[in-house]
């Protein structure tokens, strides 16, 4: 095999192995971001009814408690009291974790 070839099918390969890792991210960030929703519900209680609710779609790098960590953002709104109320979250995009809940 010459040199051209072996850079060729090593290039070939690399992005075939970058494909398939960021596939498997995007499908480990969809189980995380339900996960995460369901965790944000039981935060909130039992008598609040969520209406709607957003993740951001990339994990994003924010600043908790003087750390930067890789997280998941996003919020819901909900009812509660006869109320809307709309919360944004913060949660860890390695274990799901609550991080910050912010009513806005």
Known sequence: MSLKNLVKTT????GALAAAGA?????????DSRQVLE???TNLGADTNIITTWVEPMFQK??????DVWALVGGVTA???????????IASALTGQ????QRV
């Open 62 to 67: 924010v600043n908790v408690d003087g750390q």
């Open 79 to 89: 009812v509660q009291n006869d109320e809307e109320a709309q919360y944004h979250f």
């Open 11 to 14: 290039a070939v390969t690399a």
């Open 39 to 41: 965790r944000i519900k």
């Open 98 to 101: 609550i991080l910050d809940v």
């Open 23 to 31: 596939g498997v991210l995007y499908l480990l960030h969809e189980i």
